[in-house]
């Protein structure tokens, strides 16, 4: 594979940093199952003692102890710490719940032409800078603009799915090729989903228009006292002159006109939108979720692949380095993650996310991502609603 060096090198290093500070504006800004819930209290209650007995933490990802090996003949970053460790407690918890199954293709798992590489991708967790550093290794010519990785995110181009070719090849593929994810806190992830498609903090105005919309129409009687849908979105002055506004007491008519704006552009509240997501799953199943909120073990499968690499988020730009220092080793080239490892700011803003849901919606949380939490190693008490 010829790739170009020197001055477009250093323009593409520019370019993948410019995608990381859009990605990372981006993400800015009741009957509970009582077995899933218990099970991870009792996890949650136990997490010393597993530390103690087994050498792989469950809530320590910055941790790097020295792991048994997995099995003979593993891929050399399997055997790594942390990397090791997670794996190992991925298949034992898999184990445990009785999780695995049969691997099924998707267009979550990609891959080039060039680069024995396969990544299952995961919205909100740096899928849009992966992309762009998978089309570059696999020779990609021309310029990787965030338009276009969100024009082919779930087609063909640029690059290649499992979902099109057959079991055995995918099998083949799945042998041969270095496999990763990257795993991200469930809580961090729905945030920052929020804000990137409801929120004017992003400027990607067709999802809010098409989704968000939709959503808003859904919850509307809750907002609009009675009102009409079609007359809270159709002309001012006719609403505010109808009989059934002048009715309403001033609050009340704020509340409409307010939500008029809601139901034209789509900006539904943190509140309606973990409705909708807790009303969907409620009413359907978690397998027919929007992908930027699907929980992870049903995207990425971890229970049915044994991946190479599993990354944890707050560690993407160190962890990342290391499977591009892999790849590239027999390459005359030495392309970087960019950015820095920037937990904190996330943090924050997940939590104070969290504090306007109640803490009963918070739990329903934790039992629709409980495989989640318990497979991937997240701590389910990391953050709380209000009280």
């Not at 041969?176 to 806190?185: E, K, S, V």
């Not at 609050?251 to 509140?271: K, N, P, T």
């Not at 409705?275 to 397998?287: D, E, G, K, P, Y």
């Amino acid at each position: 594979m010829m790739l170009t060096k020197g001055k477009k090198i250093f323009a593409f290093l520019l370019m993948l940093s410019g995608i990381a500070l859009f990605v990372e504006r981006a993400g800015l800004y009741s009957t509970l199952s009582t077995s899933k819930i218990n099970s991870m209290l009792q996890e949650r209650q136990t997490v010393n003692v597993h530390e103690k007995t087994s050498p792989c933490p469950t809530f320590a990802p910055q941790a790097t102890p020295t792991c048994p090996l997995l099995q003979e003949g593993m891929h050399p970053l399997s055997a790594e710490p942390p990397f090791s460790c997670r794996l190992q407690e991925i298949q034992r918890k898999c184990k445990e719940r009785n999780l695995n199954s049969k691997f099924q293709r998707s267009h979550s798992f990609k891959y080039g032409a060039s680069m024995p590489l396969l990544m299952c991708e995961l919205p909100k967790v740096a899928s849009t800078t992966w992309q762009a550093v998978l089309m570059k290794l696999n020779g990609f010519p021309g310029d990787v603009t965030k338009e276009l990785l969100h024009r082919y995110a779930y087609s063909q181009f640029p690059h290649k799915t499992l979902v099109r070719v057959d079991d055995e090849q995918a099998e083949r593929i799945i042998k041969q090729f270095t496999t990763f994810m990257i795993t991200r806190h469930p809580f961090e992830r729905l945030v920052s989903a929020y804000f990137d498609k409801f929120t004017n903090r992003s400027d990607m105005t067709s999802y809010r228009r098409n989704a968000g919309v939709k959503i808003a129409r859904n919850q509307s009687p809750e907002f609009l006292h009675g009102i009409r849908m079609t007359s809270a979105v159709g002309d001012m002055v006719a609403l505010k002159s109808s009989p059934e506004f002048s009715a309403l007491g001033k609050q009340q008519q704020d509340d409409v006109i307010r939500y008029r704006h809601v139901l034209r552009s789509g900006e539904i509240s943190f509140q309606q939108f973990i409705r909708h997501v807790l009303t969907h799953t409620r009413n359907v199943n978690s397998h027919t979720m929007d992908v930027h909120w699907r929980p992870q073990v049903l995207l990425c499968q971890p229970c049915a692949l044994n991946y190479s690499m599993v990354m944890r988020f707050e560690n993407l730009v160190t962890e990342s380095n290391r499977l591009l220092k892999f790849v590239q080793r027999d390459l005359d080239i030495n392309f970087t993650f960019p950015g820095a490892n920037k937990p904190a700011t996330q943090n924050t803003i997940t939590a104070k996310a969290m504090q306007l849901i109640s803490e009963a919606d918070v739990n329903r949380l934790r039992d629709l991502y409980a495989d989640d939490f318990y497979v991937l190693g997240h701590d389910p008490y990391r953050y709380s609603g209000k009280n």
